[in-house]
């Protein structure tokens, strides 16, 4: 491998943020290719098929189910409403009728002569995508969805939960050390991305959802914290479909981790203004962070520079994202090629790295090292 | 080309990050491994191709071995001279895996031969739908639209019995009209392994919503399981609908001169293959960063056959669903394993930025501690599921004798006879990679805890699953590397079985070691020695305390021959049914601390 290279979390002041916006199943796109739109404006729309709820006729009228097709009072096809007979026995002399009432209001789908089982299809089920961000549709994706792309300050973080929201910047910690506890949320906290220091209490959380914070930006929180709050154990990160109305954002890991300052200094650098966020998370093929796109107003003639992807080298920024150094940032001063025995006593490929805290070189496996990404 | 012709074999095995390649040549007589490389897989973006990343892991193959393979994006193949391979084969496990629904009528019946045809052929099952599941028609309805597996197997009915259950599942696939993962222009493949007599109807209802495939009845009497026709189409449809789906698979296939198997399947295939060979019982474990799989082949109960099984644990991992271990083992079970004192919110801490951070290494020995603390509880879940599966086939009924009056074993009992194993094998990064290989026999013997004699290895690069794809092509080309190079020896683990007051005898050992050295020793309850010693046959005589069981019986002598290897012989005395750790913690870490220094865990650092 000619260059080690861990991704970092982007954390960029100025850039174009391109979005996808699709149905689950194919629909109607409502907006035209240029045309601009607001984070809550309907962009595609479709209906979703309607739930079924299968119903054992022949259980119902205890007769066989081969007898089914001639007791029917619907065909397949027709619509039925809920309470309505759809089945009966002839009975005797036109008395003692069994009947089988529809469970539902929908469609007769099916009718089985081997099961007696009919199937009930319920109404459309309409399904619509907000823009999710101020910007202009650049892409149709025909009976699909957009693409809506705006330029935007764009921060990722390493772990979040709860979905899209979007509210305005305000700024609770003072650097990037502060742990924000309860007493300092206050009611002017709603509607509000509030951006946190280093570690967020339970308890302030709880006051944060209490307050109608929309969204928290924080280094560190307990991860016995995140159980607390969705009441079950995250085993594997793929969240965003959390029931909370405050999304949570990790930018660093858990525990109490300080900020990085350029991801602090430029979310405090867009104070009040209005920010589209989003908590899920997915940690496996196909990467999703939770991130801020705080779009940028009058900058719409903006050209996006690439990214470049350099390896891990001498002056490469880093974060160390492993204990001991957890958090840490610094900068590599050598990148020797042998492997090196750790004092686990594992072999692998290291750096050694100054790190600005203490000033203090130290040898640490590339695997533990993160770029941060600049542009 | 014959069997005795081929000189190199190439095999790759495509997983879900890394793509790994190894080279086989024929020396002398033998097929042995001479090296191996590996690539970044190449199946997302940027490249959506897999081909690139196979490409990359055969360069690195050429340049170890200098010797040319490959003539631009081509295999050369037959080998002419010192150019190209004979024989190119590969597995995969990359975007997912295979992914499958089950369903049959009788949960623990048809259901759960279906279900494991499908672990069988290598695939990771969402869901088992069954008439008797527990969940009303609407909520197994919404549960398959939800799902969006590569295929469904449909199962149920033995061949002569009633067809109203199969075909009511029918009907309720058919409401939910499921979609298929990936690609959105194709229809659901479907296997109907069930009730023959009901074929048509299931046509009826299935025909035009999904790709219906019929193949014979998985369970045709309730007696006998018939697995290998579905299993055999699951491989089939694998390649021609989700491979062909995966950016850059057709190509892979075309340069393949075998079909491309799961990777878990082919696991599977060396694994039957080796025990049949050596009519020997093994249990493996293949433990990775998301999932652990685990294979055994134990014997029949009744039949005294050989019984393949395999089951996968879809979230017990060592980074993406570190946190799921701690969820399901619990943080105490996994805390008994950590031989210091450590705050729980720390822990906690640590193992979900292990999650959000999967491929971060320990540094620290505390680190690297804590890892194979959950290793252990990872391994022993898994193997707890393992033997839940791993049973005789429910519903037969059996004739009783009158001298079977007092035996209660019935039907559906675990097939797994720890006392009965021959070895266990393990691979999967923390296995393979420790820094020492005591850690990983430790680990082992703690998860799975072996009963009587049992010798233990590693698998030392995860060969495998090419070795079982080879299997298929090439038995003694698999087999003859799959001895040589693959496994590495680790050793024997004496473990009796059973508990005896704590100054008494537990157990009595006495044998010569390769280099002269005698042993002769007597061990209490809740000791561990290691002997190091090559691997080489040992002739023991081992005598159990009063009670206590080696193998032929409580209290009875066992003369046997055992084998050392890389790590030697480990006498674990900690006793069995029950194996007890100390309740309290300082205990418990004293404990732990002088179980390591006798094995030798964490020495000559």
Redesign the interface.
């Known amino acids: 491998m000619a260059h080690a290279y861990t991704p970092g979390l982007k954390v960029i002041p100025k850039t174009v943020v391109h979005k996808t916006r699709q149905l689950p199943l194919k629909g109607d796109v409502v907006v035209k290719k240029g045309q601009t739109v607001t984070a809550e404006d309907v962009v595609a729309k479709t209906d979703l098929p309607g739930n079924v709820v299968p119903i054992n006729l022949a259980n119902l009228l205890n007769v066989e189910a081969s007898e089914i097709p001639e007791l029917l009072n619907r065909k397949p096809g027709d619509k039925v409403e809920k309470h309505e007979i759809i089945a009966e026995t002839p009975g005797i002399f036109g008395m003692f009728k069994s009947k089988a009432h529809s469970p539902t209001s929908g469609t007769l789908e099916a009718v089985s002569k081997i099961t007696g089982q009919a199937i009930i299809r319920e109404a459309p089920i309409p399904v619509s995508v907000q823009a999710y961000i101020n910007g202009k549709v650049t892409e149709i994706i025909p009976d699909e969805g957009v693409e809506v792309s705006t330029t935007a300050s764009f921060i990722q973080g390493i772990f979040g939960i709860g979905g899209e929201r979007r509210g305005i910047i305000k700024v609770l910690a003072p650097d990037t050390e502060t742990r924000i506890t309860e007493a300092m949320i206050t009611e002017e906290c709603k509607g509000k991305v509030l951006i946190c220091g280093s570690f967020l209490t339970h308890k302030a959380f709880l006051k944060a959802q209490e307050v109608g914070a929309v969204g928290v930006v924080v280094g560190g929180f307990n991860y016995s914290d995140i159980k607390k709050i969705v009441g079950y154990d995250i085993g594997v990160a793929i969240t965003g479909q959390e029931e909370t109305d405050t999304s949570l954002i990790i930018t660093e890991g858990f525990g109490e981790v300080c900020m990085a300052k350029h991801t602090f200094e430029l979310l405090k650098s867009q104070e009040g203004k209005s920010a589209s966020i989003n908590g899920a998370t997915q940690i496996r093929a196909g990467v999703i962070r939770p991130e801020i796109i705080i779009p940028l107003e009058g900058d719409e003639k903006f050209e996006e520079k690439k990214a470049e992807l350099f390896g891990l080298d001498s002056g490469t920024e880093v974060r160390v994202i492993r204990a001991p150094y957890f958090g840490m940032l610094g900068e590599v001063v050598e990148m020797p090629h042998e492997l090196q025995r750790l004092e686990s006593g594992s072999l692998a490929r290291v750096a050694k790295i100054r790190l600005y805290e203490n000033k203090k070189e130290v040898l640490l496996p590339r695997a533990n090292l993160e770029m941060i990404e600049k542009i | 080309m014959k069997p005795e012709a081929i000189k190199s074999i190439l095999a790759t095995d495509c997983g879900?990050t890394t793509t790994k390649a190894i080279l086989i040549e024929k020396q002398g007589d033998e097929y042995r491994l001479v090296v191996r490389g590996e690539a970044p897989t190449t199946?997302?973006a940027p490249f959506e191709d897999v081909t690139k990343g196979v490409l990359n892991a055969v360069k690195e193959v050429e340049e170890l071995r200098g010797r040319q393979i490959l003539d631009g994006d081509q295999i050369m193949s037959p080998q002419k001279d010192d150019k190209g391979v004979d024989i190119y084969i590969s597995t995969s496990s990359a975007?997912?895996g295979l992914q499958m629904v089950v369903s049959g009528i009788v949960k623990a019946m048809s259901a759960e031969s279906a279900e494991r045809a499908a672990l069988g052929a290598g695939a990771i099952v969402m869901d088992v739908i069954a008439s008797n599941d527990g969940r009303l028609?609407?909520e197994k309805?919404?549960r398959i639209r939800h799902l969006r597996p590569d295929m469904i197997l449909l199962s149920g009915g033995t061949d002569s019995g009633n067809?109203?259950g199969v075909?009511?599942l029918s009907?309720?696939l058919?409401?939910?009209?499921p979609k298929p993962r990936l690609g959105i222009n194709y229809k659901l493949p479907v296997i109907y392994a069930g009730n023959k007599t009901a074929k048509k109807?299931i046509e009826k209802n299935l025909g035009e919503v999904t790709d219906l495939s019929v193949v014979p009845n998985l369970r045709p009497i309730l007696e006998r399981e018939n697995l290998g026709p579905a299993r055999d189409k699951i491989h089939d449809l694998f390649m021609e609908h989700v491979m062909a789906q995966a950016p850059g698979y057709k190509k892979l296939m075309a340069m393949c001169d075998a079909p491309i198997m799961p990777t878990p399947g082919a696991v599977g295939e060396i694994m039957q293959v080796i025990a049949k060979k050596e009519d020997i019982t093994v249990l493996g474990v293949d433990i990775g960063g998301?999932t652990t799989d685990v294979f055994s082949v134990f014997r029949d109960l009744e039949t005294r056959e050989p019984v393949f099984n395999r089951t996968v644990s879809a979230?017990l991992g060592m980074s993406?669903?570190i946190?799921?271990?701690?969820?399901?083992a619990t943080l105490p079970s996994i805390l008994r394993w950590v031989p210091f004192e450590i705050d729980?919110?720390?822990l906690?801490?640590?193992?979900?930025?292990?999650?959000?951070?999967?491929?971060?290494?320990?540094?620290?020995?505390d680190?690297?501690k804590i890892e194979q603390a959950i290793a252990r509880e990872a391994l022993r879940l898994s193997f707890v599921q393992h033997k839940e599966f791993a049973v005789g086939l429910k519903g037969v009924q059996k004739e009783r004798t009158i001298s079977d009056a007092f035996d209660q074993s019935g039907s559906g009992e675990t097939l797994v006879n720890m006392m009965d194993l021959d070895i266990i094998v393990g691979s999967g990064g923390v296995l393979s990679?420790a820094?020492?290989r005591h850690q990983s026999a430790r680990m082992m013997i703690d998860s799975f805890l072996p009963e009587g004699i049992t010798q233990i290895a590693v698998d030392s690069i995860f060969m495998m699953p090419q070795l079982g794809v080879l299997a298929d092509v090439h038995e003694k080309a698999a087999t003859e590397v799959f001895n040589k190079d693959c496994l590495l020896r680790l050793g024997t683990c004496v473990a009796p079985v059973g508990s005896v007051k704590p100054k008494k005898e537990y157990m009595h050992i006495s044998f010569t070691l390769p280099d002269g050295r005698k042993v002769d020793r007597s061990y209490k309850l809740g000791e561990m020695e290691l002997f190091e010693a090559p691997y080489e046959p040992i002739e023991a005589e081992i005598t159990p305390g009063r009670g206590v069981d080696v193998g032929s019986g409580p209290g009875q002598t066992v003369k046997t021959t055992i084998y050392g290897g890389l790590v030697g012989i480990i006498i674990d005395a900690r006793g069995r049914r029950p194996f007890v750790l100390p309740e309290n913690p300082a205990e418990r870490v004293k404990k732990l601390q002088e179980w390591s220094k006798a094995i030798k865990e964490?020495e000559d650092?």
Do not use: C, W
Not at chain 2, 356 to 361: A, F, G, L
């Open positions: 879900s199946v997302e975007g997912g028609p609407h309805i919404q067809i109203k075909v009511e009907e309720l058919r409401a939910a009209n109807e998301a979230n993406y669903s946190s799921n271990v701690l969820a399901s729980e919110v720390d906690r801490n640590r193992i979900g930025n292990k999650m959000i951070r999967p491929t971060t290494i320990p540094q620290s020995l680190e690297l990679h820094p020492r964490f650092k």
